[in-house]
């Protein structure tokens, strides 16, 4: 092997300058041996033709790793080592380095030797008997051309390197659509290798083609430096130029592109970056996982030749982006797979996940500063929600004189507002509980507003009530209060709460209005009286008469000699007695005259019937009217006032007596009948014509009469005041022909409880 | 012979009152308390008078009145009333009433009005009698001579006696002088005031 070509074929800094010229033939170990071995920790050696320190080795040594990583450590022994022919030519020193590797490697026997590149596999096909007796030898980045000549046993096999320039040729025209090229080549038989490649490429072309070979360097560079814009310059290899000067392929391309007037492709990753466009290159991480994948397949028993391994073809495009800048190629007209380097990161494929991580904090801090903004801001709004609210709340209870209060019933505790206070004279009270709030309702109605406040309190229920309020000054004023009481979970009464409102005005009102129905039935009740005073003169008439009578024959016995004291005295009995009636008579008279506040208290109301026959039996003799009246046994107990029944039922019997004398009824019968069912029920029948049937909610009406003298009011004003009772006057299909008017009562209750 | 009282009031303590005073003053006194009563109550046909209140249930004192007068029952009437009502008042006068008393009722007043009232009652009661024995003896009379004696207590002379009823004038002094005779009369003017008593109507007979 000459070691000259060694020497120059593989220079020092090139990490993927593994294309060497070396032709070896090694001895071929038996690989039998290394399949029984099984369970036993494997050895695998690999020399690289090149440095330690070369970056491509580096790669490819850590390519080669990858599937044997597979395996655990115990189960393979993994051994590097690296020739570095370049700086250490000489035949002497490669025997002396066989012969330590010899040495060093007797004690582990080797199960397979992996060579890097021509000059190792050169060196390993040599030595292999003092390194590794009967060990399988693999290759790989080995010229194919090279190895085209040698007969290897079938325990060598590997990758070798085909020399392509179709596919750069072909990228280059898939960028520049039309141009024209120039080829730029060395003068070392490798060098020429690459030149005869491309003028097979060329070949019919040559017109396309401009030859930059066989010059110097400086030459060339100042050729490519003139190259016409419609040119592309393609580089193969450049080991040494035509002056016999060697060079490190690699800085050659550098002094070309640098000065290159037109876009350059090359066949070597590495080159791609030194200042040439791109190229189809050898793609070095993936020939270095093939490699290690052949290995893990030998060390499993596999005969290297069975392993048909394909060759490494300068196939992968690769660009340099700066230079697709550089010449204004767009990226959209690569290739599909194109690998691009250099390609200026942006700032954001730097520092995504720093950016992405800056946005997300930034993001973060900026929704909690907007989530803070709105709550800061909703609360404002609620605030101000809750001001506008308040003020209006405020304005409409004072609008409205409405006071609100809220009693807390735990602590006792009670919030009220201004109207309130003012209502019901709380001053800046705010505890002391419910008495506290009841304390100024007046001393009358306290009991009872207390008796309603408590059943709510009980039942956890609504309450509506009505008082009076006895103000510091003496003043007195009507509160209508309603709330309700709220309860806590154990159903127990938590809260308090409700509006009072000032009645006063109402009550007034209602008062007024009280005062007027109580004239009217007054009036009314003056002017029945009027009606009936020659009647009721004849039912004192009757008295005096007797009385008159009784004391002018009590004096004319005393007149006598002897007197009859007996029958002095028994007619002076008399007299107190008929005295004492016409007394009740006036009684009864002047109750019906007096105006009074209406008084309910517990009444029989067959007592009320008697008293008004008794007042009407003058008036019921002067009309012929004979008066039958059915009370019954039971007591008709009701609630109300008896001189407003008494008037009602007067000018029940009244009417009953004017219709009969009006239609000239003979036989002019009346029946007053009481009867206790569901209430108290007391009709007046007459025999008179009766009332038709458009008539009998007519008569009810004011200034409606069915008497030619009549006003219209009695009626009228006999169902207000039956009303007023609770009850209700209605005309009723009479049994007979006659009017039947009747009168409803609610029962009292027996113990004559009075109502309200 | 008593006089008697009969008191109708439905007002037991007013009868009892009046009945008290009236029977101080002798008289009998019967109380009713109704029309109904009265009229069911036995008629002695002695000395009586009525003492009537006006207003009662059912029948009242005027319908009372009325009443009695239509079954000939001339017994005299004292009304009592508690209201003096002119109309009313007026009615009962007219209807024959002694007098009208307004309740309450003086004792004097009382016991004058039916004073009054039994006399005009024996009053009545005499009369009665007289014309009871003009009657007995008008029946006497044949028709010509009621006829003659018509025409005598009418102022007829004789003569123009025996013209209308076609006689001669000496037929008629026969019958006159008859007639004086049957009716014992002392005179002419006895005669004409017996005829009064009696009614005969003065010159009814129509001229034959």
Same mark, same amino acid.
């Given at each position: 092997?000459?070691?000259?070509?060694?020497?120059?074929?593989?220079?020092?800094?090139?990490?993927?300058?593994?294309?060497?010229?070396?032709?070896?033939?090694?001895?071929?170990?038996?690989?039998?041996?290394?399949?029984?071995?099984?369970?036993?920790?494997?050895?695998?050696?690999?020399?690289?033709?090149?440095?330690?320190?070369?970056?491509?080795?580096?790669?490819?040594?850590?390519?080669?790793?990858?599937?044997?990583?597979?395996?655990?450590?115990?189960?393979?022994?993994?051994?590097?080592?690296?020739?570095?022919?370049?700086?250490?030519?000489?035949?002497?020193?490669?025997?002396?380095?066989?012969?330590?590797?010899?040495?060093?490697?007797?004690?582990?026997?080797?199960?397979?030797?992996?060579?890097?590149?021509?000059?190792?596999?050169?060196?390993?096909?040599?030595?292999?008997?003092?390194?590794?007796?009967?060990?399988?030898?693999?290759?790989?980045?080995?010229?194919?051309?090279?190895?085209?000549?040698?007969?290897?046993?079938?325990?060598?096999?590997?990758?070798?390197?085909?020399?392509?320039?179709?596919?750069?040729?072909?990228?280059?025209?898939?960028?520049?659509?039309?141009?024209?090229?120039?080829?730029?080549?060395?003068?070392?038989?490798?060098?020429?290798?690459?030149?005869?490649?491309?003028?097979?490429?060329?070949?019919?072309?040559?017109?396309?083609?401009?030859?930059?070979?066989?010059?110097?360097?400086?030459?060339?560079?100042?050729?490519?430096?003139?190259?016409?814009?419609?040119?592309?310059?393609?580089?193969?290899?450049?080991?040494?130029?035509?002056?016999?000067?060697?060079?490190?392929?690699?800085?050659?391309?550098?002094?070309?592109?640098?000065?290159?007037?037109?876009?350059?492709?090359?066949?070597?990753?590495?080159?791609?970056?030194?200042?040439?466009? /791109?190229?189809? *290159?050898? $793609? #070095?991480?993936?020939? &270095?996982?093939? =490699?290690? %994948?052949?290995?893990? +397949?030998?060390?499993?028993?596999?005969?290297?030749?069975?392993?048909?391994?394909?060759?490494?073809?300068?196939?992968?495009?690769?660009?340099?982006?700066?230079?697709?800048?550089?010449?204004?190629?767009?990226?959209?007209?690569?290739?599909?797979?194109?690998?691009?380097?250099?390609?200026?990161?942006?700032?954001?494929?730097?520092?995504?996940?720093?950016?992405?991580?800056?946005?997300?904090?930034?993001?973060?801090?900026?929704?909690?500063?907007?989530?803070?903004?709105?709550?800061?801001?909703?609360?404002?709004?609620?605030?101000?929600?809750?001001?506008?609210?308040?003020?209006?709340?405020?304005?409409?209870?004072?609008?409205?004189?409405? /006071?609100?209060? *809220?009693? $807390? #019933?735990?602590?006792? &505790?009670?919030? =009220?507002? %201004?109207?309130?206070? +003012?209502?019901?004279?709380?001053?800046?009270?705010?505890?002391?509980?419910?008495?506290?709030?009841?304390?100024?309702?007046?001393?009358?109605?306290?009991?009872?507003?207390?008796?309603?406040?408590?059943?709510?309190?009980?039942?956890?229920?609504?309450?509506?009530?009505?008082?009076?309020?006895?103000?510091?000054?003496?003043?007195?004023?009507?509160?209508?209060?309603?709330?309700?009481?709220?309860?806590?979970?154990?159903?127990?009464?938590?809260?308090?709460?409700?509006?009072?409102?000032?009645?006063?005005?109402?009550?007034?009102?209602?008062?007024?209005?009280?005062?007027?129905?109580?004239?009217?039935?007054?009036?009314?009740?003056?002017?029945?009286?009027?009606?009936?005073?020659?009647?009721?003169?004849?039912?004192?008439?009757?008295?005096?008469?007797?009385?008159?009578?009784?004391?002018?024959?009590?004096?004319?016995?005393?007149?006598?000699?002897?007197?009859?004291?007996?029958?002095?005295?028994?007619?002076?009995?008399?007299?107190?007695?008929?005295?004492?009636?016409?007394?009740?008579?006036?009684?009864?008279?002047?109750?019906?005259?007096?105006?009074?506040?209406s008084v309910m208290r517990p009444l029989?109301?067959?007592?009320?019937?008697?008293?008004?026959?008794?007042?009407?039996?003058?008036?019921?003799?002067?009309?012929?009217?004979?008066?039958?009246?059915?009370?019954?046994?039971?007591?008709?107990?009701i609630s109300g006032d008896p001189?407003q029944?008494?008037?009602?039922?007067?000018?029940?019997?009244?009417?009953?007596?004017?219709?009969?004398?009006?239609?000239?009824?003979?036989?002019?019968?009346?029946?007053?009948?009481?009867?206790?069912?569901?209430?108290?029920?007391?009709?007046?029948?007459?025999?008179?014509?009766?009332?038709?049937?458009?008539?009998?909610?007519?008569?009810?009406?004011?200034?409606?009469?069915?008497?030619?003298?009549?006003?219209?009011?009695?009626?009228?004003?006999?169902?207000?005041?039956?009303?007023q009772h609770g009850?209700?006057?209605?005309?009723?299909?009479?049994?007979?022909?006659?009017?039947?008017?009747?009168?409803?009562?609610?029962?009292a209750?027996?113990?004559?409880?009075a109502e309200r | 012979?008593?006089?008697?009282?009969?008191?109708?009031?439905?007002?037991?303590?007013?009868?009892?009152?009046?009945?008290?005073?009236?029977?101080?003053?002798?008289?009998?006194?019967?109380?009713?308390?109704?029309?109904?009563?009265?009229?069911?109550?036995?008629?002695?046909?002695?000395?009586?008078?009525?003492?009537?209140?006006?207003?009662?249930?059912?029948?009242?004192?005027?319908?009372?009145?009325?009443?009695?007068?239509?079954?000939?029952?001339?017994?005299?009437?004292?009304?009592?009333?508690?209201?003096?009502?002119?109309?009313?008042?007026?009615?009962?006068?007219?209807?024959?009433?002694?007098?009208?008393?307004?309740?309450?009722?003086?004792?004097?007043?009382?016991?004058?009005?039916?004073?009054?009232?039994?006399?005009?009652?024996?009053?009545?009661?005499?009369?009665?009698?007289?014309?009871?024995?003009?009657?007995?003896?008008?029946?006497?009379?044949?028709?010509?001579?009621?006829?003659?004696?018509?025409?005598?207590?009418?102022?007829?002379?004789?003569?123009?006696?025996?013209?209308?009823?076609?006689?001669?004038?000496?037929?008629?002094?026969?019958?006159?002088?008859?007639?004086?005779?049957?009716?014992?009369?002392?005179?002419?003017?006895?005669?004409?005031?017996?005829?009064?008593?009696?009614?005969?109507?003065?010159?009814?007979?129509?001229?034959?």
């Amino acid at each position: 092997l000459p070691s000259r070509d060694a020497r120059t074929t593989i220079p020092v800094r090139m990490h993927c300058s593994w294309p060497c010229r070396f032709l070896l033939l090694a001895a071929v170990l038996s690989s039998g041996l290394l399949a029984s071995e099984g369970a036993k920790q494997q050895v695998a050696l690999v020399i690289y033709s090149d440095s330690r320190i070369q970056p491509g080795m580096m790669i490819i040594d850590q390519a080669i790793r990858e599937p044997l990583a597979k395996l655990p450590a115990e189960r393979l022994a993994y051994f590097t080592e690296f020739l570095d022919t370049v700086h250490l030519p000489g035949k002497d020193y490669e025997d002396g380095f066989a012969a330590y590797l010899g040495e060093k490697y007797r004690q582990r026997r080797i199960d397979v030797i992996l060579c890097v590149r021509d000059a190792a596999f050169a060196f390993a096909l040599q030595h292999r008997d003092v390194i590794a007796p009967g060990a399988p030898l693999l290759y790989m980045g080995v010229a194919a051309q090279r190895l085209a000549g040698l007969h290897l046993s079938d325990d060598v096999a590997g990758l070798p390197m085909e020399i392509d320039v179709a596919p750069v040729v072909a990228l280059a025209r898939r960028l520049h659509p039309g141009t024209r090229f120039a080829v730029a080549g060395g003068c070392t038989p490798f060098d020429r290798q690459w030149l005869d490649a491309f003028r097979a490429e060329f070949a019919g072309h040559e017109a396309e083609v401009t030859w930059l070979v066989d010059r110097s360097l400086e030459e060339v560079v100042a050729a490519a430096a003139a190259l016409p814009s419609d040119t592309v310059l393609l580089i193969g290899y450049f080991g040494s130029d035509a002056l016999g000067r060697t060079f490190v392929p690699l800085h050659a391309g550098e002094q070309i592109f640098a000065t290159a007037s037109v876009p350059s492709y090359v066949c070597y990753s590495n080159v791609v970056g030194t200042g040439a466009t /791109g190229g189809s *290159v050898f $793609d #070095l991480e993936d020939a &270095g996982r093939r =490699a290690g %994948a052949a290995l893990l +397949r030998v060390l499993d028993g596999e005969r290297p030749a069975d392993l048909g391994l394909q060759p490494l073809r300068p196939v992968l495009p690769m660009l340099d982006a700066r230079q697709l800048r550089r010449w204004g190629i767009a990226e959209g007209a690569l290739p599909p797979g194109a690998r691009v380097i250099n390609r200026e990161t942006s700032f954001w494929q730097a520092y995504w996940h720093w950016i992405l991580g800056a946005v997300l904090v930034i993001a973060c801090q900026a929704a909690l500063i907007a989530a803070l903004l709105t709550g800061r801001r909703r609360l404002q709004r609620a605030q101000a929600g809750l001001l506008e609210s308040e003020q209006r709340m405020s304005l409409a209870t004072s609008a409205a004189s409405v /006071g609100l209060w *809220v009693l $807390d #019933l735990r602590s006792g &505790g009670f919030w =009220a507002n %201004a109207t309130c206070r +003012r209502l019901i004279g709380l001053g800046a009270d705010d505890s002391g509980g419910l008495a506290r709030l009841m304390a100024p309702i007046h001393p009358d109605d306290r009991p009872r507003s207390e008796a309603i406040a408590g059943q709510a309190l009980q039942a956890g229920a609504d309450f509506d009530d009505e008082f009076r309020i006895l103000l510091p000054d003496g003043t007195v004023r009507w509160i209508h209060a309603r709330g309700r009481v709220e309860l806590a979970g154990d159903g127990k009464p938590l809260r308090m709460l409700g509006v009072v409102l000032d009645i006063s005005e109402h009550k007034r009102m209602e008062q007024d209005i009280e005062r007027h129905r109580l004239d009217l039935a007054h009036l009314a009740r003056v002017s029945s009286l009027g009606e009936l005073s020659g009647s009721l003169a004849h039912e004192l008439n009757q008295p005096l008469t007797a009385i008159l009578g009784n004391a002018q024959a009590a004096l004319r016995h005393l007149d006598r000699p002897e007197p009859d004291m007996a029958e002095v005295h028994e007619i002076l009995s008399d007299i107190v007695r008929l005295d004492k009636g016409a007394g009740e008579v006036i009684q009864r008279m002047r109750a019906m005259l007096r105006k009074e506040d209406s008084v309910m208290r517990p009444l029989d109301l067959r007592t009320v019937v008697e008293d008004v026959l008794l007042m009407l039996r003058s008036h019921l003799v002067a009309a012929n009217v004979a008066c039958v009246s059915e009370l019954g046994a039971l007591p008709a107990r009701i609630s109300g006032d008896p001189v407003q029944l008494q008037q009602v039922l007067i000018n029940l019997v009244v009417n009953a007596c004017d219709a009969m004398c009006a239609a000239g009824v003979p036989e002019r019968r009346l029946c007053i009948r009481i009867v206790v069912e569901d209430g108290i029920r007391c009709d007046v029948i007459d025999h008179g014509p009766g009332i038709p049937p458009e008539q009998r909610e007519r008569i009810f009406e004011t200034f409606v009469s069915l008497k030619p003298s009549g006003l219209g009011m009695g009626l009228s004003i006999c169902r207000t005041i039956v009303h007023q009772h609770g009850g209700s006057l209605v005309v009723a299909d009479a049994p007979g022909e006659g009017a039947c008017l009747r009168l409803r009562l609610p029962q009292a209750r027996p113990s004559g409880a009075a109502e309200r | 012979m008593t006089a008697t009282i009969h008191l109708v009031d439905d007002d037991a303590d007013v009868r009892r009152a009046l009945g008290r005073l009236l029977r101080l003053h002798g008289y009998r006194v019967v109380e009713h308390g109704s029309a109904a009563d009265l009229l069911a109550a036995p008629h002695d046909g002695g000395p009586a008078c009525l003492l009537l209140d006006l207003a009662m249930p059912g029948v009242g004192g005027l319908a009372l009145q009325a009443v009695m007068r239509q079954a000939g029952d001339q017994r005299p009437i004292v009304f009592l009333t508690g209201e003096g009502d002119i109309a009313s008042c007026a009615g009962a006068m007219k209807a024959g009433a002694v007098d009208y008393l307004t309740k309450p009722v003086d004792a004097d007043a009382l016991l004058d009005a039916v004073d009054r009232a039994l006399s005009r009652a024996a009053a009545d009661s005499a009369n009665r009698h007289q014309v009871l024995a003009v009657e007995e003896r008008l029946a006497e009379l044949t028709g010509r001579e009621r006829q003659v004696m018509e025409l005598v207590v009418a102022g007829r002379p004789n003569k123009q006696i025996a013209h209308a009823l076609g006689i001669a004038e000496k037929t008629v002094k026969i019958h006159r002088g008859r007639v004086m005779q049957k009716m014992a009369a002392d005179s002419l003017a006895d005669l004409v005031r017996m005829a009064g008593l009696a009614g005969v109507d003065p010159g009814r007979t129509p001229p034959a």
